[in-house]
């Protein structure tokens, strides 16, 4: 019943649920960091206008940021109300849109996009090989697939167990190493890993830094140049081959 309960999750959050939705990233507690994360994936790609297919856009939100920077932008969903809402977040923010309903595990696409995107959704697939299958099928030649999600242990956090039980959601563990392996096995032929934005750190005004501060960036070196890297959270960029 995942499918079922992902088409009817937005009427099940109500009007204060789809007014947040609708609103984002402005009405979220985590507007920073979602912020630092468009301005991150954004600087992947291409120069406009390339043609984005942003997959699982929920209320367009994402889709607007990429209009707004002049690229051409194609947003689905499996929700019916939730396209209705980045249609409705495309006139607000005047901006061309064009919305689908969709499966992203069977799109209806075929060579032609330069870039299809998964922000923070592809850890819903039941099946994430289908969902890039379907990704590689849209792009042109040469083109490349971005993704956002959440790594190792996500599908074992409270909030996501809570939403699981509550919502009927599928929320699974996406890291980039599943995300590649996956890419690999329906065609991709490379993949890129970068880092994702971090919270500010607290540096010093003094002639040493701080002790903290210390702990905290070798913290980040580790997590970030190790092998533990492609366990969490990152960007992945699949590049589809020119032929």
Known sequence: MAKEDE?????????????????????????????????????????????????????????????????????TDIAPEMVELASANAARYNVPLEVVVSDFESLPFENQFDVVIFYDCLHHAEDERLALQSAYRALK??????????????????????????????????????????????????????ARPVQPLELSSRSMPRGKTVVKLVQRLITRSTPIALRRSQYVVLHKPNT
């Open 7 to 75: 088409i009817a999750y937005i009427g099940r959050l109500g009007d204060i649920g789809k007014k947040h939705a609708m609103d984002k990233p402005w009405s979220d507690d985590l507007r920073g960091m979602y912020l630092q994360e468009m301005g991150g994936l954004i600087s992947l790609l291409p120069s406009p206008p390339a043609s984005i297919l942003d997959i699982g856009a929920g209320s367009g939100w994402t889709s607007c940021f990429y209009a707004l920077s002049g690229y051409q932008v194609t947003a």
């Open 141 to 194: 030649p040469g083109g490349i697939c971005i993704t956002l999600e959440p790594g190792s242990g996500h599908a074992s956090s409270a909030v996501s167990v809570q939403a699981m039980k509550d919502l009927g959601v599928t929320e699974r563990d996406m890291p980039p190493q599943l995300i590649i392996s996956a890419g690999q096995a329906v065609g991709f032929t490379s993949a890129q890993v970068f």
